[in-house]
T-cell receptor, first 116, second 109 residues
Framework: NAGVTQTPKFQVLKTGQSMTLQCAQD?????MYWYRQDPGMGLRLIYYSASEGTTDKGEVPNGYNVSRLNKREFSLRLESAAPSQTSVYFC???????????????FGQGTRLTVV | EDQVTQSPEALRLQEGESSSLNCSYTVSGLRGLFWYRQDPGKGPEFLFTLYSAGEEKEKERLKATLTKKESFLHITAPKPEDSATYLC??????????WGAGTKLIIKP
């Protein structure tokens, strides 16, 4: 079972360069998320997509854009990378509700991005 | 402001030495409290969901409990393979997840 797959796993960018982080899930989940994780801080939500065709800003959206390409894929784009965007980026997906309970999120392995 | 605080930041135990990790929270309209485990270089992996005060869940050497203000993750007779960072998150009334910074647990053989 692949679950949530992120590419690339590692990336080094120069300030001002652009790149797209790819995420795909094979669990038929409706909701997908992009988080960043920095030392000493909790995961912070960048953008999310509650269903195919919709996207919404999270806690720290500035400098990022997203595309929900289809139900499986949710990409994160950095248009002009800055050193402050050096971080580990995680994509996650979630099915929704089962038996009245909110289902858990499944995470990818992460993309370690360094902006120099 | 909704907030999640985990303590301690790091915890070193000998193999077999039981202890507890704390997750305290202030949130309007709790819609669930989640515990995850994160190994180095990997994404978080789901452990438990708790919904109401007094609820408890167990998995192997781990037991999670919930009160109105905090949750504890009890680790009984831990083994070196339990070493990881343990993350706590709460879902608020807007169904958004708020994450704590985690507790790094090191179990020495």
């Amino acid at each position: 079972n692949a679950g949530v797959t992120q590419t690339p796993k590692f990336q080094v960018l120069k300030t001002g360069q652009s790149m797209t982080l790819q995420c795909a899930q094979d669990m038929n989940h409706n909701s997908m998320y992009w988080y960043r994780q920095d030392p000493g801080m909790g995961l912070r939500l960048i953008y999310y997509s509650a269903s195919e065709g919709t996207t919404d800003k999270g806690e720290v959206p500035n400098g990022y854009n997203v595309s929900r390409l289809n139900k499986r894929e949710f990409s994160l784009r950095l248009e002009s990378a800055a050193p402050s965007q050096t971080s580990v980026y995680f994509c996650a997906s979630r099915g929704g509700w089962t038996g009245g309970e909110s289902t858990e999120a499944f995470f990818g392995q992460g993309t370690r991005l360094t902006v120099v | 402001e909704d907030q999640v605080t985990q303590s301690p930041e790091a915890l070193r135990l000998q193999e077999g030495e039981s202890s507890s990790l704390n997750c305290s929270y202030t949130v309007s309209g709790l819609r669930g409290l989640f515990w995850y485990r994160q190994d180095p270089g990997k994404g978080p992996e789901f452990l438990f969901t708790l919904y109401s005060a007094g609820e408890e869940k167990e998995k192997e050497r781990l037991k999670a409990t919930l009160t109105k203000k905090e949750s504890f993750l009890h680790i009984t007779a831990p083994k070196p393979e339990d070493s990881a960072t343990y993350l706590c998150a709460v879902r608020d009334s807007n169904y958004q997840l708020i994450w704590g910074a985690g507790t790094k647990l090191i179990i020495k053989p």
